[in-house]
C-alpha cells in the first residue's frame, strides 16, 4: 500500500505470517519484528508472541494504533507522516538480523553496508521483545549507530553502555527485579528458597546476581536448577531430578526465572501436578503465561513481577473496529479469527472443500471484542510498545524542533542530507514526557526507563476461571522503606486444603526467640541455624539473634533473659545486720579503750604505768583507738574520700602501734641488761630512743602509702561478676601490690616484735611485759595470717567484713594483752603497785 502525503511517498508494509503458523517459520519461538517508517524515518520494532495467539495479534495492533495516533496529533512531527514496516524474528537470533539487515537495506534480500532508500530516511529500531534477539540486534546496530529501543529484552548486559551506546529499553533491566524479589523475600521473612533458571548466559548472570542480593538479605539458597532452553529427548532424566530436588526440598518459596518458551516446553511436564504446594515468583518474562492449563495446579497463588499498565485511551475503540478485512494480509489475524470463532473466512471460499478444517463460513458480524482474552487484556507488554513508539517520536520532534533554519521541512531536510542516525540519540538521552497515564518517561544514564513494578497474584478458582488480582507495587525510585507496598489481606496463597489461607514459611530454620542466639550448623548455610540460650549474664531482645549482648554495668539479664534489670545494689551498709554488729564492736573497743587510757593518764605517777614506759603507752592505746575508729571508714556506700583514705589510714595506724610494741620490747631488754654491772645500755633507756623507733618505723609506711596514694590510688568501683543480678560497691584498690606492701611491711615489724618479745619472756618478773607483748604478738600474727586466705576467698561486702574484724580483732588482742593485766593492778590490787614490790626478784 502505497501513500503519498504532502507529496512526499511513505511506505507501510505489515507482514505477520511469519510466526503464524509452520509454512511461514519453522522455529516454535514466534515474533514480529515492525519498524515504524516516517515519512522521513523507520523504524523496526520486534514482537516475541505465541503462535496465532491473541497476544500476538493484539501486540501488532497497539503498535499500529500508536502509529496512527501520533500521525493525527498535530502536534506531533507536524508536516511528516509516521511509517512502518513490520518483520517476524521467530524467536532466532539468524531471522533476527536477516530482518535487521532488511530494512537497513530497504531490500528483500539483505546487503550488508549496502542502502537503497525508496521510502525515507531509516533513524531507528523499536525491538526486540527476548533478550537473545535484542542483543543480537544491539551488536549490529551499535555499529551503524541506529538508536534501538527495547520493550522486553530486561538482560543486564544490555545497560553496558561502552557495547551498546545507542541501545535503550521501556522496561526496567533484570537487576530492578532481582532487587524486587529480595525486598519480597524480606517483607514476607522469606530466607529459605530454590531457584530454577534457563541454562544460558542469562540464567547464568541471573543466578549470580540472585545469590547475592538475597544475601544481602539475610536469605540463603537451597536449591538452584539450571533448566535446558528447549526439552530434548535427552532431558527426561534432568526433568526427574529437577522435580525430585523441588519435591524433596523444604524450601517453600521458588524463584522462577526462564524465558516464556522455556516455561511453555519445560512445565507441560504432568510429574509437576504431583508436587505439594509451592510459592512461585515469577519474571516478567513469563508473567504472560499462566492462563495454560498445565500450570494452573503448580503456579495457583503465584506472585508475578509485571510493568505497570494501565488502560491506553481510545484503544478499545480502535479494537472495535479491527477485523480480517481491514487487515486483508495480516495471516495471523485470520488465523486467530477461525480458530476462535471455528469457522472459515469468506474469501477462502475456493480453497479445497476437503482442506478445510471448519464447515461454515464466518458470517462476517464476528468482532474482536468476541475473541477469548478481551476480557483480560495484559497492558503490561502492550503499554512498553505504546511507549517505545512515543519516546522515538518525541526524540524525532525535539530534533525536529531543535534545527535552527527556518522553513518547516529544515530537520527533514537536513535529516535526508546528512544521514547521522546518531544524532537521534542525543535528544533519546535527554527525552522527559508524562505519557496519556500521567507517568513521567525518561531514560537514566543505562537507556532504562524508571524501575517500577506491579505485584500480581494469579489464583485459579476452578480449571476455568482465572483470578489476577494486583497485591501490590515496587518503585525503586522511591524513598527506601517505600520502595515496596504489599497487600496480604488480598493474596491467595497456594496451601494444603486442611489449612487457612496463611502466609507460607519458607525458613530453613524456625527464628530464634528473644533469648537466645543463633548456632551455625556444620556444613549448612547461615540461615541453618541451631537455637541456642544466652550464656549467665547475657540477653537478646530480638529474633534470629546472632550474638547475645551484655547488660549495663548496672543491669542484669532477667529470668527468659530478653531484657535487663536493675542489679541489687550491694555494700557493707549500717543498716546491715553484719554492718550494724560491727560498727557497735568498733564503738565499744574504741569506749574501753578510752576508759583504759582515761585510767593510764589518772594513774600516770603509779609505779606500774611509770615502770612501762608511760609515753609508749599513751601513744600505743591513742593508736589503738583510732585503729577501732578507723574501721567505721570501711563501712557505707564507697565515696572518692573514704576509698582513698580508708587503707592508708589503717595501714599507718596500725604501724604506729606495732611500732610502739616493737619500742616496748626493745625498752624491756634494755633495761634487762642496763642493770647489769658495767653495761653501757643505761643511756639508750631514755624516751627519745623509743621515740626514734616509733618514727623510724612509722616512716617507712608513710612512704608506702604516699607512693600508692600518688601513681595508683584506690577508688570507687563495682563488682558485677563476683554475685549472679548483684552489682558490689566496693573500693578498688588501685594496686594490689601497694595494698600487700602496706600489709607486708606492717606484718613485718609485728613479727620483729614477736621474736624480740619471745626472746625475752623469761626476763625477772619486775620486768616481765615481754610475756604479754609475746602473747599480744602471737594474737595479732596469728589473725593477720588468718586474715589472707580469709579475704582472697571472700567477695563484695563480706570481704570488707573480714578486713573490719582483722582489724578490731588485731586491735583487740593488744589492748587486751597487754594493757587489761596492768589496769586489773591498778583497779584492784593496789597493793602490789607499789615502787618496793616492782623491785622484788619473786613472782607478783
Known amino acids: 500500500m502505497v501513500n503519498v502525503v504532502d507529496g512526499v511517498v511513505g511506505s507501510v508494509v505489515i507482514d505477520f505470517g511469519a510466526g503464524v503458523s509452520a509454512k511461514y517459520c519453522a522455529d516454535v519461538g514466534f515474533g514480529v519484528i515492525a519498524g515504524i517508517g516516517f515519512k522521513l524515518t523507520q523504524v523496526l520494532v520486534m514482537l516475541q508472541v505465541l503462535m496465532g495467539s ?22 506531533l512531527l507536524p508536516n511528516l507522516t ?36 525508496s521510502e525515507g530516511s531509516l533513524v531507528g529500531f523499536i525491538g526486540d521483545l527476548s533478550s537473545s534477539t535484542t542483543y543480537s540486534m544491539a551488536q549490529l546496530l551499535a555499529l551503524y549507530k541506529y538508536p534501538q529501543i527495547s520493550y522486553g529484552a530486561q538482560d543486564p548486559v544490555l545497560s553496558d553502555r ?22 519480597l523475600l524480606r517483607h514476607f521473612g522469606w530466607t529459605w528458597v530454590g531457584i530454577l533458571t534457563t541454562d544460558d548466559d542469562s540464567g547464568e548472570l541471573a543466578l549470580r546476581e540472585l545469590r547475592e542480593v538475597i544475601g544481602q538479605v539475610g536469605g540463603c539458597i537451597d536449591f538452584f536448577h539450571m533448566i535446558p532452553p528447549y526439552l530434548s529427548s535427552a532431558d527426561p532424566l534432568n526433568l526427574g531430578r529437577v522435580i525430585e530436588t523441588v519435591r524433596a526440598s523444604t524450601a517453600q518459596v521458588i524463584i522462577l526465572y526462564c524465558s516464556s518458551l522455556n516455561a511453555i516446553h519445560y512445565f507441560t511436564s504432568s510429574e509437576w501436578e504431583t508436587l505439594p504446594p509451592k510459592t512461585w515468583i515469577l519474571s516478567l518474562a513469563i508473567s504472560n503465561f499462566f492462563q495454560y492449563k498445565f500450570m494452573v495446579h503448580l503456579f495457583h497463588g503465584s506472585l508475578a513481577f509485571v510493568i505497570q499498565k494501565e488502560e491506553i485511551k481510545g484503544f478499545k ?32 471460499k475456493n480453497i479445497n472443500e476437503t482442506d478445510d478444517p471448519y464447515d461454515v463460513y464466518c458470517s462476517g458480524k464476528e468482532t474482536f471484542e468476541m475473541l477469548q482474552g478481551y476480557q483480560n487484556i495484559n497492558y503490561s507488554l502492550i503499554n512498553s510498545i505504546h511507549t517505545a513508539a512515543y519516546l522515538l517520536t518525541h526524540a524525532l ?20 542530507k546528512e544521514q547521522k542516525p546518531w544524532k537521534v540519540n542525543r535528544f533519546l538521552q535527554k527525552i522527559h514526557f508524562k505519557t496519556s497515564f500521567g507517568h513521567d518517561i525518561f531514560f537514566d544514564d543505562k537507556g532504562q526507563v524508571p524501575a517500577k513494578y506491579d505485584i500480581l497474584n494469579w489464583a485459579y478458582k476452578s480449571l476455568r476461571v482465572l483470578e489476577v488480582v494486583k497485591v501490590g507495587h515496587l518503585d525503586l525510585t522511591a524513598q527506601p522503606g517505600q520502595q515496596l507496598i504489599i497487600n496480604e489481606s488480598a493474596i491467595t496463597w497456594h496451601v494444603s486444603g486442611d489449612q487457612t489461607n496463611q502466609t507460607p514459611r519458607s525458613v530453613c530454620s524456625e527464628s530464634c526467640l528473644p533469648g537466645y542466639r543463633k548456632a551455625p550448623r556444620e556444613g549448612k548455610p547461615v540461615c541453618c541455624f541451631y537455637c541456642v540460650p544466652c550464656a549467665n549474664g547475657e540477653f537478646s531482645n530480638r529474633t534470629d539473634m546472632e550474638n547475645c549482648m551484655q547488660c549495663p554495668e548496672d543491669q542484669w539479664p532477667n529470668a527468659k533473659k530478653d531484657g535487663c534489670n536493675k542489679r541489687v545494689i550491694v555494700f557493707l551498709s549500717y543498716s546491715d545486720i553484719l554492718g550494724v554488729i560491727l560498727f557497735t564492736v568498733a564503738i565499744i573497743f574504741s569506749v574501753v579503750n578510752v576508759g583504759v587510757l582515761g585510767i593510764f593518764l589518772r594513774h600516770r605517777d603509779t609505779p606500774i604505768v ?18 577501732f575508729l578507723c574501721s567505721l571508714l570501711f563501712i557505707g556506700r564507697p565515696a572518692t574520700w573514704t576509698c582513698l583514705i580508708q587503707q592508708a589510714a589503717f595501714g599507718i595506724i596500725f604501724t604506729v602501734a606495732v611500732s610502739c610494741v616493737l619500742a616496748k620490747t626493745i625498752t624491756v631488754v634494755i633495761a634487762f641488761n642496763a642493770t647489769r654491772p658495767g653495761s653501757r645500755l643505761s643511756r639508750w633507756l631514755g624516751s627519745r630512743v623509743s621515740g626514734s623507733i616509733v618514727l623510724f618505723c612509722t616512716l617507712g609506711e608513710v612512704t608506702i602509702c604516699l607512693s600508692w596514694l600518688l601513681t595508683a590510688p584506690p577508688h570507687p568501683g563495682t563488682d558485677i561478676r563476683s554475685e549472679t543480678g548483684k552489682m558490689i560497691l566496693q573500693c578498688d584498690q588501685g594496686s594490689v601490690t601497694a595494698f600487700y606492701s602496706v600489709i607486708g611491711y606492717m606484718g613485718l615489724l609485728a613479727l620483729a616484735s614477736f621474736i624480740v618479745a619471745f626472746l625475752a619472756r623469761n626476763l625477772p618478773d619486775k620486768f616481765n611485759e615481754a610475756k604479754l607483748i609475746t602473747f599480744s604478738m602471737l594474737v595479732f600474727c596469728s589473725v593477720w595470717v588468718s586474715f589472707f586466705p580469709a579475704y582472697i576467698s571472700t567477695k563484695g561486702k563480706y570481704m570488707v567484713a573480714v578486713e573490719i574484724f582483722a582489724i578490731l580483732a588485731s586491735s583487740a588482742g593488744l589492748l587486751g594483752c597487754i594493757f587489761i593485766p596492768k589496769c586489773y593492778i591498778i583497779l584492784f590490787r593496789q597493793d602490789i603497785n607499789t615502787r618496793e614490790h616492782l623491785t622484788l626478784h619473786t613472782h607478783l
Open 397 to 416: 520532534h525535539n530534533m525536529y524542533s531543535s534545527d535552527p533554519r527556518p522553513g518547516s521541512g529544515g530537520a527533514a531536510w537536513s535529516l535526508m
Open 610 to 627: 611509770k615502770a612501762n614506759n608511760r609515753d609508749l603507752s599513751y601513744t600505743l592505746l591513742t593508736a589503738l583507738i583510732l585503729a
Open 82 to 117: 509516521l511509517g512502518y514496516h513490520i518483520f517476524d524474528s521467530c524467536a532466532s537470533e539468524m531471522k533476527a538480523l536477516q530482518s535487521t539487515l532488511s530494512i537497513m537495506s530497504q531490500q528483500n534480500e539483505p546487503v550488508p553496508n549496502y542502502r537503497c532508500p
Open 54 to 75: 491473541f497476544e500476538q495479534v493484539l501486540q501488532v495492533l497497539v503498535f499500529i494504533y500508536a502509529v496512527e495516533e501520533i500521525n493525527l496529533n498535530p502536534t
Open 317 to 348: 475503540d480502535f479494537l472495535h473496529d479491527v477485523t480480517p478485512s481491514k487487515f486483508p494480509s495480516d495471516a495471523a489475524l485470520e488465523n486467530l479469527w477461525e480458530i476462535n470463532f471455528r469457522c472459515l473466512l469468506m474469501d477462502k
Open 162 to 183: 561502552l557495547r551498546f551506546p545507542s541501545f535503550y529499553r521501556t522496561v526496567p533491566s533484570e537487576l530492578s527485579f532481582f532487587i524486587g524479589v529480595a525486598q
